[in-house]
C-alpha cells in the first residue's frame, strides 16, 4: 500500500475508533438524545454541503426516501442512541467491542431479507464465534463483569439494529444511481428528523453546560459523523473495498486503548477473550471463498479494476453481507459503506 493509503486508513481508524470515547464524555453532560440529535444535525450539514458543492444533488423519487426512513431508524436513531444510553453507566471499550459483533446480526437479516440463501461453515462458525464472544464481554455470571446488565443490553441491542441496516441498505438503497454521499446526507437528514420527533418525550432533561462534553459533541457530528463519512468514501473508491475492510478492526483496536488510557476503564480477560473472538468472527463472516473456475490472474485483475472480487459487499461499514447482485463493484460498495458511514460506530 502507498503512503497515502496508510495515512487514510489511519485517519479513519483513529476517527472511528474515538467515537466511543467522545460518546461517552459527551453523556457528562448531555442526554442520549440531545446529543445524538446534535450529532446526525451537524453531520448531515456537512456530508450534504459537501455533496451540493460537488454539484450531487438528493434523490426526489418518495420510494428512495421511504427506504432512507427505515435505514435511519435502523441504522442511526436507534443504535445510536441505545449506545450513548448503554455508555451512561456502561464501559466505551466494552461498546466498541460488542459494536465489532454486527456482522453477525448483518447475517441473519439478510437471511431474513433473502439476500442470503444458505450458510456456508465458515460462516455458521463466525456466527457461534461471535455470540460466544458477546456472551463472554457480557459475563452475566460474573458480578465483576465489565459494565451494567442495561449497558450490556443497550450495546448488543444497537448491534442487532445496526447490523439489520447494512442487510436493509444492501437490499433497497444499493444500485439505485444516488451518489453515495447524498445517500448518506439523506439518511443522516432523515435521521434527524427522527430524533426531532423524539425530542419532546425524550429529550427535555437540563443540559449540564460542559466545556469536554460540548466539544466532544462538536466532533462527533463535525467529524466523527460529517467528514469521516467523506474520507471512508475516497478509502473506498482510492484503495479498494478489501483495503477499507481493516477499518473495522483498527477502530475496535483504537476504542478498547483510548478507553484504558484515556478514561482508565478497566478490562478483564473476558474482554480480552471477547474481544478477540468478536474480531475473529468478523473474519469469518468476511471470507469469501475464491470459486474453483476463477483464476488467480482474474482476481488479480479485477481487484486492479477498483472491485473485490466475488463480493458486493459494504465492508467498511462492519457488515457481511452481499446484495442479491453478487457484482463486487467498489462504487456499489461505497454506496452502502459510506450511506451507513457514521457508525461507525
Known amino acids: 500500500m502507498s503512503k497515502a493509503t496508510y495515512t ?55 420510494a428512495t426516501w421511504g427506504h432512507l426512513t427505515v435505514a435511519a431508524l435502523l441504522g442511526n436513531a436507534v443504535p445510536w442512541t441505545l449506545y450513548a444510553e448503554g455508555e451512561i453507566a456502561g464501559s466505551s471499550s466494552v461498546a466498541a467491542v460488542v459494536n465489532g459483533s ?35 464481554i457480557a459475563s452475566p455470571w460474573n ?26 441498505m444492501g437490499k433497497y438503497l444499493v444500485g439505485r444511481g444516488v451518489p453515495p454521499l447524498m445517500l448518506a446526507g439523506g439518511q443522516l437528514g432523515a435521521a434527524t428528523v427522527l430524533l426531532l420527533v423524539a425530542f419532546p418525550f425524550l429529550g427535555l432533561q437540563t443540559v449540564t453546560w460542559r ?32 483495503v477499507a475492510s481493516t ?4 477502530m475496535t483496536a483504537v476504542a478498547v486503548v483510548l478507553g484504558a488510557v484515556v478514561l482508565s476503564e478497566p478490562l478483564g480477560w473476558t474482554v480480552w477473550l471477547g ?11 468476511r471470507r469469501k471463498p475464491r470459486p474453483a473456475s476463477e483464476p488467480a490472474a482474474g482476481a488479480a485483475a479485477g481487484a486492479a479494476a477498483g472491485a473485490e472480487p466475488g ?33 461507525a460506530e
Open 211 to 242: 466545556t469536554d462534553s460540548v466539544i466532544s459533541v462538536l466532533v462527533l457530528g463535525v467529524v466523527c459523523t460529517g467528514f469521516a463519512a467523506l474520507l471512508n468514501f475516497e478509502l473506498i473508491i482510492k484503495d479498494g473495498p478489501t
Open 311 to 343: 463480493t458486493g459487499s459494504a465492508p467498511a461499514s462492519g457488515t457481511g453481507s452481499a446484495p442479491a447482485s453478487g457484482t463486487g463493484s467498489a462504487s456499489k460498495s461505497g454506496a452502502a459503506s459510506v450511506s451507513s458511514a457514521a457508525a
Open 275 to 285: 474481544a478477540v473472538a468478536v474480531l475473529a468472527a468478523t473474519g469469518l463472516l
Open 143 to 168: 458480578s465483576t463483569s465489565a459494565g451494567t446488565g442495561w449497558s450490556i443490553l443497550c450495546f448488543v441491542l444497537g448491534s442487532i439494529s445496526f447490523g439489520a441496516s447494512f442487510a436493509y
Open 102 to 136: 454486527a456482522p453477525i446480526w448483518t447475517l441473519a437479516a439478510a437471511l431474513l431479507l433473502g439476500q442470503e440463501k444458505k450458510v456456508s461453515g465458515f460462516k455458521a462458525g463466525g456466527v457461534l464465534l461471535g455470540l460466544g464472544g458477546t456472551a463472554l
Open 8 to 62: 487514510r486508513l489511519a485517519a479513519l481508524s483513529l476517527i472511528w475508533g474515538s467515537v466511543f470515547l467522545w460518546i461517552k464524555i459527551a453523556g457528562y453532560g448531555f442526554s442520549p438524545v440531545q446529543m445524538v440529535l446534535i450529532r446526525l444535525a451537524l453531520g448531515a450539514v456537512v456530508i450534504l454541503a459537501i455533496g451540493y458543492a460537488k454539484g450531487l444533488r438528493l434523490p426526489r423519487e418518495a
Open 247 to 250: 477499518v473495522t478492526y483498527l
